[in-house]
C-alpha cells in the first residue's frame, strides 16, 4: 500500500489532469477562468472581494477586474455590506448560476462516455470512491480559511 503523502500526490495529480482534459473538450460557453470564478463564488457565497482574492491566490486588482468582467456579463451582483457600507460583497446572478450549471453539465458530458464503458463493478467503485472524496473534502478547512496546524 502506498504512503499517504503518495497517495495525496498521486490524487491530486490525476484529479488536475482529470480537470484540465475535461475542460480542453468541453463545449465552455463562458471562458474557463470565468467559470472557475463562478464555481468559487458558488463554494464561499456572497463575499468580499478581498476574501475571493486570497482563495483564489491573486491581488485584489487582479480579482476586481475579474468580477467586473463577470459584472459586465449579467453573471454576478454587487451590493453593499450591511455592517459597513465601503465594502462591497458579490454574489451570482440568476444567470450566474445558470452560467456555472451549464459548465459543469458540458464538463461533466466529456466525461459521461467513457463512465458509462466501465463494468458495473467498476461503475460502483468510482461512485464510492468520489463519496469518499466528498466526504473527505468535508472534514478539510474551508477554501479562503486559514488551516489549523
Not at 59 to 66: E, I
Not at 124 to 137: I, K, P, Y
Request: aromatic share 2%; net charge positive.
Amino acid at each position: 500500500m502506498s504512503a499517504p503523502e503518495e497517495i495525496g500526490s498521486d490524487l491530486l495529480s490525476v484529479a488536475a489532469r482529470l480537470n484540465r482534459w475535461a475542460t480542453s473538450l468541453a463545449d465552455l460557453q463562458v471562458p474557463f477562468a470565468q467559470a472557475r470564478l463562478l464555481s468559487l463564488i458558488d463554494l464561499l457565497g456572497k463575499s468580499r472581494v478581498s476574501d475571493l482574492a486570497a482563495a483564489d491566490h491573486c491581488s485584489q486588482p487582479t480579482m476586481t477586474n475579474q468580477l467586473h468582467r463577470l459584472a459586465e456579463a449579467g453573471l454576478v451582483k454587487r451590493s453593499s455590506d450591511p455592517s459597513d457600507a465601503r465594502v462591497v460583497l458579490i454574489t451570482l446572478t440568476p444567470a450566474g448560476r445558470a452560467a456555472l450549471r451549464r459548465a459543469r453539465k458540458a464538463r461533466s458530458q466529456v466525461i459521461q462516455p467513457y463512465i458509462a464503458s466501465l463494468s458495473a463493478a467498476d461503475q460502483r467503485r468510482l461512485a464510492q470512491s468520489v463519496t469518499m472524496l466528498n466526504d473527505l473534502m468535508d472534514t478539510l478547512p474551508r477554501v479562503g480559511s486559514v488551516p489549523e496546524r
